[in-house]
């Protein structure tokens, strides 16, 4: 299965697994948003932990399936929406474990969870900008500076969890190897916790941000529908389905879709 969600005691565990790059269609995002409702709804969890196998976190949206059938933006829209906002007002903590890239929805469920850690490998990218729509800055303002944010936006370029760390994003970084079980180790911790201190805590927490982030982004999908309905948009999203398809085989894929 390309996502499942694993009990284990107070902790849930909710896993990618969708090769090559963890890139999820429309039906998938879903799902996401459906597990995350389920485990938050379970008394018995205390923790959720967000982790991925492969070469990276998550490479955001299938490109392909938005080149072929553009028309499904708003699904699309709606999905990733309800999956960021399913980590944010989830009733008990999520931490998110990162390597390897954290792309587009990624950077969303990075952005809305409440701890990270990572491995030294990975990195947050939101090219939008050249895949024809635009989105999710608004979680990814929950991480980072205002103009490290705008600057990564404007580029399409990465922010290393190297720099995530040094600005206090990111909780504690570890070798690839060491990840999982470092992350376990924090999701223990806290589920140790009462669920109910862990309920009452992160509502307090999410009531006294000085932003809304799930209402930044609602605002931000207005653009991205407008965006869609542009030429170029089209144009950004096949000239990337060609480069993929001339691309040399030796050379890595790029984790940007799948």
């Not at 407008?226 to 480069?243: G, L, T, V, W």
Request: net charge neutral; hydrophobic share 45%; proline share 6%.
């Amino acid at each position: 299965m390309p996502i499942t969600l694993e009990r284990n005691g107070p902790i849930a565990e909710l896993i990618f697994a969708h090769p090559p790059v963890n890139a999820f269609d429309t039906k998938l995002w879903a799902i996401i948003a459906d597990l995350l409702t389920e485990a938050g709804s379970d008394p018995t969890i205390h923790c959720v932990l967000i982790r991925a196998e492969g070469r990276g976190f998550c490479g955001g949206v299938d490109i392909k399936e938005m080149q072929a059938h553009p028309e499904r933006i708003v699904e699309l829209n709606r999905h990733n929406y309800r999956t960021a906002h399913a980590v944010r007002a989830c009733p008990i903590p999520v931490i998110s474990a990162l390597h390897g890239f954290v792309i587009g929805g990624g950077v969303n469920i990075a952005g809305a969870s409440d701890a990270l850690i990572a491995a030294d490998d990975a990195y947050f990218s939101l090219p939008e900008i050249d895949r024809g729509a635009m989105g999710g800055a608004s979680y990814m303002l929950r991480m980072f500076p205002i103009h490290m944010v705008r600057t990564a936006f404007f580029t399409g370029g990465r922010v290393s969890a190297a720099d995530a760390y040094r600005v206090g994003a990111i909780h504690q970084l570890h070798p690839a190897a060491d990840l999982q079980a470092a992350a376990r180790a924090l999701a223990t911790t806290i589920a140790s916790k009462s669920r109910t201190a862990l309920t009452l805590a992160k509502q307090a927490l999410n009531g006294i941000e000085p932003r809304d982030a799930d209402h930044g982004y609602r605002f931000e999908q207005g653009f991205t529908l407008e965006m869609y309905m542009h030429p170029d948009s089209q144009k950004a999203r096949d000239q990337f389905i060609e480069q993929k398809k001339v691309r040399p085989r030796a050379l890595p894929l790029d984790p940007a879709g799948a």
